[in-house]
């Protein structure tokens, strides 16, 4: 799978050297405490900025007050995933929707229960621009896209779980994941992989269709396309595709990775433009999104596009941001395992210092990402230390660019811990082995979360000394990596179980999974306990 991050507040194409000198206004030097900013609000003044980037200021401070903590508000548990996006938390397969807005999440609507063929496979939730000028009032609100097992894509209202729209997909192919390329304001439908059988085989039938995509502009609701991703055009072996930044995303099983721009494959091949509940010829004069018509195929690729971009990856991984555009991957050699590659995306070359390891031993692998904050550093997670790195470069200078340490975060253990232990009866024990850096018993690294409205990292760290797995929230600025608060969970942390955190302005909310049940426990920012 392909991740991409995209570089907006250092894009290429902005020339600073273009706007007339300006004299800034005055402000004042120091920190503004969030009574000040409070008074000055009622009396009208207001500084450069929005009004919400006062707000998240306020809230900021706040946060980081003595005289304030996440207090556990509220658990649920259940049968089937939980969910949350954006302030709000799904459950029982996106039928119950419940709101963090509250002092404690209040429900906010239950669906009527769905038969089996109507069930969601996969949602997206999704919200249109304020500057947008939309022709229904609906498609200003917030919605919840929402694909079923009979191929129907339903759009709900995000507030009462109202059915706005629906579209057919097809009575041909079995539809079953939404994708986001959220920089081009679109989304994608696929379809399940077509399987070749033994009997087929057996029988010298060959299946040279792998999958079908449909695209979907969403602001608002409209077909783009639908695509056919062939063996007789992209060649065999291809075991996924996905949609991001405009390039379409093809793996292949000998785990190579190659991108075809998606603006030169709809120009070249798209035979006719579709409306939603329009006739279309391909249909036979039929309405495009009605059952059983559902949508044609309307980009038909005829030939191999050209190959933008290649890359031999483990796992089909490899990621793109930076700037200048760069990209992480691991060869998929047996002597790079471990091991992560910083390189230009311009001129393939490796970074100085650009090839990352940890050096760790651990059941859990380090991770590293684009940050996604666009400044185009880079997070690097391992079980003890952190590494926030960024790339300096200069497009076209010639030079290789150079990836450096912005800050780090460690975790607070014995790097040295003793290999003897005395038993009580005075004897002394050598341990044969070496403790995993991820051990429960030693203070590890789990995730970071960015909270971009407040400019605060959320790091997860797990100790299990008192012979209990325990977590807390480590609050740290963005900018600098300064620690500035602990949260403590009340709920234990089991490490052989699946574990999401959310932090979201003053909400925390943490779901895990423990065996068939999921749990879902949420804290709200609240007056310290005295």
């Given amino acids: 799978m392909v991740f991409f991050c995209h570089a907006t507040t250092n894009s290429p194409v902005v020339e600073h050297n273009q706007c007339p000198l300006l004299m800034a206004p005055y402000r004042r030097k120091g920190a503004v405490n969030a009574a000040e900013l409070l008074s000055r609000r009622s009396r009208g003044i207001r500084e450069a900025g929005t009004l919400s980037r006062h707000n998240m200021r306020v809230l900021r401070g706040i946060i980081l007050q003595d005289s304030r903590e996440f207090i556990k508000a509220w658990s649920k548990t259940s049968k089937s ?5 954006d302030g709000k938390i799904y459950l029982q ?71 706005l729209q629906r579209v057919y997909l097809s009575s041909k192919h079995k539809f079953r994941y939404l994708g986001w390329d959220v920089t081009q304001e679109i989304f994608y439908v696929k379809s399940v992989q077509n399987k070749e059988s033994s009997l087929a085989r057996q029988a010298g039938i060959t299946q040279n269709t792998v999958m079908h995509m449909a695209i979907f502009h969403v602001f608002p609701l409209q077909i783009l396309g639908m695509l056919e991703i062939n063996k007789k055009i992209f060649g065999n072996g291809v075991t996924d595709v996905d949609l991001s930044l405009g390039v379409l995303v093809v793996s292949y099983s000998n785990k190579s990775v190659k991108l075809y721009s998606f603006e030169h494959i709809v120009q070249k091949y798209l035979t006719e433009k579709l409306m939603l509940g329009k006739q279309s010829s391909l249909l036979g004069g039929k309405t495009v999104g009605d059952t059983p018509f559902g949508i044609p195929v309307n980009i038909q690729i005829t030939d191999c596009p050209p ?3 290649e890359v031999s990856c483990a796992h089909n991984s490899f990621q793109i941001g930076g700037y200048p555009w760069h990209y992480i991957y691991t060869p998929p050699h047996k002597s790079h395992e471990g091991t992560h590659h910083i390189c230009s995306l311009k001129e393939s070359t490796l970074a100085i210092h650009g090839i990352q ?7 859990v692998s380090d991770a590293i990402f684009f940050h996604p904050d666009d400044s185009g550093r880079i997070f690097h997670v391992g079980p003890a230390t952190i590494n ?22 460690a975790t607070l253990r014995n790097n040295n811990p003793s290999q003897v232990t005395v038993t009580s009866s005075g004897r002394t024990v050598k341990k044969r082995f070496h403790q995993l850096d991820d051990d429960p018993d030693l203070e590890t690294f789990h995730m970071v979360e960015y909270e971009d409205e407040l400019d605060l990292l959320a790091v997860v760290v797990t100790n299990g000394e008192e012979g209990e797995g325990r977590a807390h929230i480590r609050l740290h600025d963005n900018q600098s990596g300064q620690l500035l608060r602990t949260v403590d969970l009340e709920e234990p942390w089991d490490e052989t179980y699946r574990h999401e955190l959310f932090f979201d302005k003053d909400t925390i909310v943490h779901i895990e999974q423990k065996n068939t049940n999921f749990c879902c426990h949420v804290y709200k920012l609240k007056a310290a306990r005295k």
Wanted: a neutral charge; glycine letters at 2%; hydrophobic letters at 35%.
């Fill in 307 to 309: 190959v933008l971009f």
């Fill in 81 to 85: 995933t939980i969910k949350y996006q």
């Fill in 388 to 409: 926030v790195l960024k790339i300096k470069g200069e497009l076209n200078s010639g030079l290789p660019s150079k990836v450096v340490k912005d800050f780090s975060m």
């Fill in 357 to 363: 390891n940890m050096d760790c031993c651990s059941l």
């Fill in 93 to 163: 397969n996106f039928q119950n929707c419940y709101s963090c807005v509250y002092s404690e999440p209040q429900l906010l609507y239950k669906l009527p229960k769905r038969s089996k063929l109507e069930k969601f496979e996969d949602a997206l939730l999704c919200q249109s621009s304020l500057e947008s000028t939309l022709a229904s009032p609906s498609d200003h609100k917030p919605s919840l896209l929402a694909l079923t097992a009979d191929n129907w894509l339903c759009r709900l209202s995000a507030e009462t779980g109202e059915e």
